[in-house]
């Protein structure tokens, strides 16, 4: 019985994503859990495997995706050779 208000609450939730970092997170989140879930099911062999695999490549993937595309920032590297996000210079079209 508790599978229909999740699935509602799912289904708003996805229909509030209306900018494009948002929808990045969300794309992002489920090829992450997904993906996930299955590298999660042959590692373990077991049901616990497949959802912390889930779980785990959800928030990766969510991460991934809100920050791949973010207008207005380009990448940079530090002195370091550490890959950074920075904000573009003025009238910078990448």
């Given at each position: 019985m508790?599978?229909?208000p999740v699935v509602l609450v799912s289904l708003s939730l996805l229909t509030a994503c209306?900018?494009?970092q948002q929808q990045g997170a969300l794309a992002g989140g489920a090829?992450?859990?997904?993906?996930g879930a299955v590298v999660g099911a042959i590692a373990g062999g077991s049901v616990e495997g497949a959802l912390v695999g889930a779980a785990?490549?959800?928030?990766?993937g969510s991460i991934i995706g809100a920050v791949a595309n973010?207008?207005?920032?380009?990448?940079?590297?530090d002195n370091y050779g550490n890959r950074i996000v920075v904000e573009?210079?003025?009238g910078w079209r990448g």
């Open positions: 508790w599978k229909i209306n900018t494009q090829i992450g859990a997904g993906t785990v490549g959800g928030a990766a973010r207008p207005g920032y380009c990448y940079a590297y573009c210079p003025p």
